[in-house]
Antibody, heavy 121, light 114 residues
């Protein structure tokens, strides 16, 4: 049974960066996509980007290009999402999710518990 | 970029009655491999989303059989045959693209119980 466990809540100052981790346990790691989705309070779901570790570079939503970096550490089965130049509008819940098929962006079957990021001066 | 538009954005349904949510995409979601990568997710309050339907009409493991999906090309529908109290939440249609790899979410439809 695959599980994704995310790092804890963060409070950050505007202009700073945040790095959220998503550790996978159970199942194969490097061939399955891990995607990051955020949800601003009271709003919908928004795809930020994703990575298939065996393929290397991540894909990013245009909205976050230049501000988000997604990396994978195969030695610890952990994917990281770093968001820089934070602003108050980045206050949100951030989820990681794992695809259920290797190599393809398909069903997002397993989700992390979510990480709250608050950006406030 | 593909845009996914859901209607209505909210609906209130009496338990036991049917419900229907529409999702329209700005371009055809039929991929070159013959598949249509359109999914429906349910997000209950305080929880991450969970998949109900994949490839337009295939019910995911564990999804109740009162949920069904249909459609093709650019027009898709999620139907709940008989709404139950536990169906409260927000429903999203989602498209996954393979080249380049990406996901696109609809705005969400909030289902409430009367």
């Amino acid at each position: 049974q695959v599980q994704l466990v995310q790092s804890g809540a963060e409070v950050k100052k505007p202009g700073s960066s945040v790095k959220v981790s998503c550790k996978a346990s159970g199942g194969t790691f490097n061939s399955y996509p891990i995607t990051w989705v955020r949800q601003v309070p009271g709003q919908g779901l928004e795809w930020m980007g994703g990575i298939i570790p065996i393929f290397g570079p991540a894909n990013y939503a245009q909205k976050f290009q230049g501000r988000v970096t997604i990396t994978a550490d195969e030695s610890t089965n952990t994917v990281y999402m770093q968001l820089s130049r934070l602003r108050s509008e980045d206050t949100a819940m951030y989820y990681c999710a794992r695809g259920d098929v290797p190599y393809y962006y398909y069903v997002l079957e397993v989700w992390g518990q979510g990480t709250t990021v608050i950006v406030s001066s | 970029d593909i845009v996914m538009t859901q209607t209505p954005l909210s609906l209130s349904v009496t338990p036991g009655q049917p419900a229907s949510i529409s999702c329209k995409s700005s371009q055809s979601l039929l991929y070159s491999d013959g598949k249509t990568y359109l999914y429906w997710y349910q997000q209950k309050p305080g929880q991450p989303p969970q998949v109900l339907i994949y490839e337009v009409s295939k019910r995911f493991s564990g999804a109740p059989d009162r949920f069904s999906g249909s459609g093709s090309g650019t027009d898709f529908t999620l139907k709940i045959s008989r709404v139950e109290a536990e169906d409260v939440g927000v429903y999203y249609c989602v498209h996954s693209n393979q080249l380049p790899r990406s996901y696109t979410f609809g705005q969400g439809t909030k289902l409430e119980i009367k």
